[in-house]
């Protein structure tokens, strides 16, 4: 894409645009990288590195339900459009009437597939395949999803689901499961175009990682080890125990990262609900996780 054209792009996402301008100007991929949630293959390699280099106290041994690590899966958009090409990040670009699919690797080094809603002819709900028709899905209190391998065993979780608009606004959006298919809903009523949403795993090779939003690391941060432990209580089964057996170390983690106006997370090695080696880790403010 042209320099000027991109440039319209991310004027378009970062101040809004009327469905009209998103029309004109709609490119999916150069959307979903103008909101910098797109890495390329030596990026993902380089946070892999990193998520093993917060894991201060791993354990191969971990496991549930016989499980030994946790285990990457796909996320395929359920689509009809023969309209598909992978780009020079090495991700699928798929285009619909409305609206497109970017799937590739997220900001945490793992699997992710971005819908990008053009206008208002685009429909409200978007299908995702996750691993092979072997696997299963569990969805959770908080609105996240846990993947089952055909075993039954937890391998990775699905974050819970988040659809932005083209001025920031937070939409309202939820998984309903099938199968191994999750349907990702988005209300876009009032909303400013293109609207993005997003279905995360949250697991690679052997590690997890959780993210507390703003509020609620200025929650910990003001807290302390009560609002850290009430916080894990609420967490997404990924964390499990570990979470609320380091609340004082995310605490003092908190701390800092909400002084500084960024967000805290928790890495580990091994399986959702069974996290052996830990780590409290700061998230910059500006990624999707910590917006």
């Not at 991109?6 to 378009?12: D, F, G, K, N, Q």
């Not at 990008?116 to 691993?131: K, L, M």
């Not at 990924?238 to 908190?254: D, F, Q, R």
């Not at 052996?276 to 917006?291: D, K, L, Q, Y």
């Amino acid at each position: 894409m042209a320099s000027g054209a991109l440039a319209a792009v991310i004027m378009l996402v970062a101040g809004g645009a009327t469905a009209a301008q998103a029309t004109e100007k709609f490119d999916p991929l150069a959307i979903v990288e103008a909101q910098g949630l797109l890495q390329g293959k030596l990026q993902a390699q380089a946070s892999t590195l990193k998520n093993s280099m917060k894991q201060t106290d791993a354990s191969p041994e971990a496991s549930v339900g016989g499980a030994t690590t946790a285990q990457p899966v796909s996320i395929a958009p359920v689509s009809g459009s023969k309209s598909s090409t992978v780009d020079r990040l090495g991700a699928e670009v798929i285009h619909e009437d409305g609206y497109g699919f970017v799937t590739g690797t997220g900001t945490s080094g793992t699997n992710a597939s971005f819908v990008v809603i053009e206008n208002e002819t685009a429909p409200d709900a978007f299908a995702f395949q996750i691993g092979d028709p072997s696997t299963t899905l569990t969805l959770v209190d908080d609105g996240s999803a846990l993947v089952l391998n055909g075993s039954g065993e937890v391998v990775n979780y699905l974050a819970k689901p988040w659809a932005r608009d083209a001025a920031g606004k937070e939409l309202p959006t939820h998984y309903t499961v099938n199968g191994n298919t999750i349907t990702q809903h988005v209300d876009t009523t009032g909303a400013q175009f293109p609207v993005v949403a997003d279905p995360t795993t949250g697991c690679g090779f052997g590690w997890c990682s959780v993210y507390f939003n703003r509020a609620e690391t200025n929650g910990i941060a003001a807290g302390g080890a009560v609002a850290a432990g009430a916080a894990c209580a609420q967490l997404n089964p990924a964390a499990g125990a570990a979470c609320a057996v380091v609340s004082g170390a995310i605490v003092v983690v908190a701390q800092g990262a909400n002084a500084n106006g960024n967000c805290v997370g928790i890495v580990g090695y091994g399986v959702p609900g069974a996290l052996a080696g830990w780590n409290p880790f700061v998230e910059p403010r500006g990624t999707s996780h910590c917006p």
